[in-house]
């Protein structure tokens, strides 16, 4: 076993006009899979990018919105995700702050199991 941590805020990110940004990357799995933590500091946003690959934003802490092609800013918040296809472009803010664990690559969401089935 292996403890460590993954809000490093190793990397100070600006590409596509983003402000507040830090990045860490986390992990690496086999073809295009990666996992990097995002921390947006109160006021901050992603710019508007087009994704690499399927991209799955899973809010770990604070709220925010994300918006997609269309622009429509949807709020999000600790315990929800969002996901985008591959060259979708997408932009993700926050008043108040937020941590973000972001996974991309080939990626199969799975369906809620229905209450009373988790064992």
Sequence with gaps: MEIFRFE???RLM???GSTGLHAT???AGAGQVQVTCLTLAPGGTI???PATSAQLLLVVTGSGWVAGQDGTRV???AGQG???EEAENHTTGTESGLTA???EGPLTLFE???TGNRG
């Design 8 to 10: 490093r805020a190793e």
């Design 14 to 16: 600006t590409h596509h």
């Design 25 to 27: 990357r986390v992990a």
């Design 47 to 49: 710019g508007t990018h």
């Design 75 to 77: 709020p999000i918040t």
């Design 82 to 84: 969002a996901r985008w």
């Design 101 to 103: 664990l972001v996974l």
């Design 112 to 114: 809620p199991e229905p």
